[in-house]
């Protein structure tokens, strides 16, 4: 059918299967906004800044493992998106953005809202594209589709110029991809993996490191019964949060800068790292030279690049993590589960001696107890999304996760002002969960605007701000670090959250004890409309244990322990 | 393994496309990598070019340039080479005063000749191993070289 470069953008959307597009219309993408009006294919939202509608897609990406779309104008409507796509190429999630530029005719004149997009975009991405010719636009389209959820995920982004969505073409979208240059390896080598479960066998103190891979593959449920059947004991990454469901025996916790004693002691004295779809990230590792020092690697993941990059890897395996653990499993009878009780029981005297925990010595409600206490009330029921700061790793230690997707927060680009966004896609994607967003006072303001959204479209984020007046984690390194010189960290002046949420029309609650807490968060679920909890916290409360930058693992700063807890 | 600065040379086989140059030469920078040599050529009757480049780092580093090239959408594939013929090409301008008997002597010695001449100057050529159009580069200064141009080295395995 002959059809507009616009409607083409529509057709292609319905026949991926897209259900929500998040974006913010302008002049360059109005052809596409116009046919957007027409069609009843799929739900729009309109965010308040096109950053969030990028964080939004993702978040709604990252809960329902499909591809996120958003959609976005030219010149400062792009660059508003830039931070987002960073922000989904670090942490592999998989979108497509289209991005309406000038027309052809003034590309390259500085024309109005123009800027060169795809040179922009460029390093923040897995792929883009400049569309020139509508023609090209079904391939195109496909293409990036394919490409964002194949092999490593990515952002792909798709620049058309305003003459392109109005020109009129052949509309073909039932094509086969001729991608000669792209093939993402999927199946692991039989002979690697067999070499690698010979290891594993022979190993005296295995341990699995497991990375968020393993969400983006699907293969949490193998994961489990691979760690299951070798009993072999793991620690998760940050990204890697509700791999293991939080009571798994085998599980010791989070690694790296802010992970427990007994996950970063255990990686310091393991003899095979199994590393499933992790990176070796520097907040992971600590000083390399030290990390797992004596240990023999195993590394599954599917970017070649990833391997050997930072740590050599004496068993290579190129693949999809899903494919290699259920190869794995086929041969895992060579192990002997009794083998490892000694190493079992080193890790748990390590987490006796310095378990990962807070003492309640204060006045002021503990921040880590407010995620625990979500924890106990909400559960399995909620999935949690965080912004980035002291709040975030608080989140990542101390909540109960027991399912993979429960868990979405920015982990490679640590962006604040993610958190509340990615919320409102991540409710869109799994609306039967509460989508809960814990903040900080500092985080929240960068993308408090969307309330506007989610007050309009009906999206109830609970969002937790453990508000202790300051940019947390920043005076947390300058009160260890910089001889306590608190540098632009006090947030002292700040709004009323309360007043805030409802000039919106959401609702807020102010809560500094907590029975209130209690009483807030049960009030908030109930009305199912978003709300700011705004919860008074200890103010001088650091992320404990911690690695300081560059440090050896087993070199950390602990919990000064005190009687009681 | 070794931390060394070894000059190597990587060939790329790209799909030719707009933008696919920015793509390889932006991963360099981005990463930290050097350039030394960029050769481009569309390869004849093909959708495809050939990059040439000359770059120096450790094993590891070399590595990841391998596989960080081979990750980008429009590479068809990455050669770094071990065992290679390679060439350069270089064109000298000298005055038309100097001893041009010598010039053309120096560059037969290096696959050359003069290839032009005008009132003031002539133009002379050579192709050879990079590390022999530095010797011949080293050779003429003595002869007054106005202008000198490479063109950056180009590879094939044996």
């Given amino acids: ?565 | 393994m070794t931390e060394s600065n070894e000059r190597r040379v990587v060939s790329v086989i790209v799909v030719n496309e707009a933008s696919v140059l920015s793509r390889i030469t932006n991963l360099f920078s981005g990463r930290g990598y050097n350039i030394t040599s960029l050769t481009v050529a569309p390869i004849p009757d093909s959708k495809y070019s050939r990059l040439t480049i000359v770059t120096a780092g450790s094993v590891r580093v070399i590595e990841q340039i391998t596989k960080q090239l081979h990750k980008l959408i429009p590479v068809l594939r990455v050669y770094e080479h071990c065992d290679m013929v390679e060439k350069e090409m270089a064109l000298v301008k000298f005055p038309v005063t100097e001893n041009l008997t010598d010039i053309d002597t120096l560059c037969r010695a290096y696959n050359g000749k003069i290839v032009n001449s005008s009132e003031n100057v002539v133009i002379a050529m050579v192709a050879d191993e990079p590390h022999r159009v530095d010797n011949f580069l080293s050779v003429i200064k003595r002869y007054n070289p106005k202008e000198i141009v490479r063109s950056g080295a180009v590879a094939l395995e044996r």
């Fill in chain 1, 1 to 565: 059918m002959q059809i507009s470069g616009a409607q083409m953008v529509i057709e292609a959307f319905i026949a991926e299967g897209v259900t929500t597009v998040f974006g913010y219309p302008g002049g360059a993408i109005m052809n596409v906004y116009d046919e957007i009006y027409k069609q009843d294919g799929f739900e729009h939202i309109l965010t308040r800044h096109e950053q969030a509608a990028i964080h939004a897609a993702e978040g709604y990406a990252k809960a329902s493992g499909k591809v996120g779309v958003a959609m976005i104008t030219s010149g400062p409507g792009f660059t508003n998106a830039v931070t987002g796509l960073a922000d989904a190429y670090m942490d592999s999630i998989p979108l497509v953005v289209i991005s309406g530029q000038v027309p052809m005719s003034l590309i390259g004149t500085d024309g109005f809202q123009e800027i060169d997009a795809i040179g922009i975009s460029r390093p923040c991405t897995k792929h883009n594209y400049l569309v020139t010719d509508a023609k090209d636009l079904p391939r195109i389209l496909k293409e990036a589709f394919y490409i964002a959820n194949s092999g490593r995920p990515g952002p792909v982004h798709v620049d058309i110029p305003k003459d392109v969505t109005a020109q009129i073409e052949e509309f073909n979208y039932d094509i086969e991809l001729d991608l000669e240059t792209y093939k993402p390896h999927t199946r692991g080598n039989p002979r690697q993996i067999k070499k690698a479960m010979e290891a594993i066998a022979k190993a005296r103190r295995p341990l699995f490191y497991l990375g968020g891979g393993i969400i983006n593959s699907n293969a949490s449920y193998e994961v489990r019964a691979l760690v299951q059947k070798t009993q072999i004991p793991a620690v998760e990454t940050f990204m890697a949060r509700g791999v293991l469901a939080h009571d798994d025996p085998h599980l010791i916790s989070m690694l790296g800068m802010h992970g427990s004693y007994a996950a970063n002691m255990a990686m310091s004295e393991t003899d095979l790292v199994i590393a499933l779809g992790a990176r070796f990230d520097d907040r992971v590792t600590g000083k390399l030279s030290e990390f797992a020092k004596n240990a023999d690697v195993i590394h599954v993941d599917i970017d070649p690049a990833s391997i050997s990059k930072l740590v050599n890897a004496d068993y290579p395996i190129v693949g999809d993590v899903k494919s290699v653990v259920n190869d794995m499993l086929e041969s895992a009878d060579i192990v002997d589960p009794t083998r490892y009780e000694g190493w079992r029981e080193t890790i748990s005297n390590f987490d006796e001696l310095h378990p990962l925990t807070y003492y309640e010595d204060s006045e002021r409600i503990k921040p880590q107890w407010v995620i625990e206490r979500v924890g106990q009330l909400l559960g399995d029921d909620a999935n949690i999304s965080t912004d980035v700061g002291q709040h975030q790793m608080w989140a990542a230690q101390f909540y109960p996760y027991t399912r993979p997707r429960q868990w979405i927060s920015s982990g490679g680009l640590g962006t604040m002002g993610f958190g509340f966004p990615a919320a409102m896609g991540v409710k869109v994607a799994s609306p039967d969960k509460i989508s809960i967003n814990f903040t900080g006072d500092g985080s929240i303001l960068m993308n408090c605007q969307e309330l506007m959204t989610a007050v309009e479209k009906k999206i109830p984020v609970i969002n937790i701000i453990l508000n202790n007046n300051y940019l947390g984690m920043v005076r947390q390194w300058q009160t260890l670090f910089y001889d306590k010189r608190h540098s632009e960290t006090d947030l002292s002046v700040q709004p009323d959250f309360v007043k805030l949420s409802e000039a919106f029309g959401g609702i807020g609650y102010r809560v500094t004890t907590k029975e209130e807490f209690d009483a807030a968060l049960k009030d908030a679920v109930e009305k199912n409309i978003v709300a700011f909890i705004d919860v008074v916290v200890e103010r001088h409360e650091n992320v404990m244990p911690m690695v300081p930058a560059g440090g050896s693992l087993f070199n950390m700063m602990l919990l000064e322990k005190k009687e009681t807890k």
